[in-house]
């Protein structure tokens, strides 16, 4: 598996995936701040960090899942997930796991929320 998307990363990648290409700068800031990368602000002289730990703590993906819903109810029912899905995971990226999940889901929104925050789409 590839690395596990920054907040940034993951951000940008919905945003994208939703069919977003424009962000408000009034935006941006609070949705880093929500996800712990607080933009101008890391942690260290280092920069932030790029491994998974710091990013993939369980209040981090409640943070990821909260935004994911907030998103998919912004988008209702124009996007098909279970369509959107092959061509955000191209080849085998799709887990079958993630089709299941996305089949079983009920509502259009719940299957946009739940391919966000699935463990294919968080990793790049």
Same mark, same amino acid.
């Given at each position: ?7 940034? !990363?993951?951000? /940008?990648?919905?945003l ?29 002289p ?9 990013? &993939? &703590?369980? +209040? ?5 899942? +909260? /935004? ?11 996007? !098909? ?14 887990? +079958? ?7 079983? &889901? ?8 739940? /391919? ?5 789409? /968080?990793?790049?």
């Amino acid at each position: 598996p590839g690395k596990f998307k920054t907040p940034w !990363d993951w951000t /940008l990648s919905s945003l994208r995936a939703l069919g977003q290409r424009e962000l408000k700068t009034t935006q941006g800031a609070p949705l880093l701040n929500q996800l712990g990368q607080p933009v101008w602000r890391p942690g260290s002289p280092a920069g932030y960090d790029d491994i998974a730990a710091s990013w &993939a &703590a369980p +209040e981090a993906l409640v943070r990821r899942v +909260e /935004l994911a819903q907030r998103f998919a109810a912004q988008a209702g029912n124009s996007i !098909d997930p279970r369509d959107l899905a092959p061509r955000l995971l191209p080849g085998d990226a799709l887990g +079958e796991g993630t089709a299941r999940a996305l089949a079983r &889901a009920e509502s259009a929104s719940t299957a946009l929320a739940l /391919l966000l925050v699935s463990p294919d789409f /968080l990793r790049r």
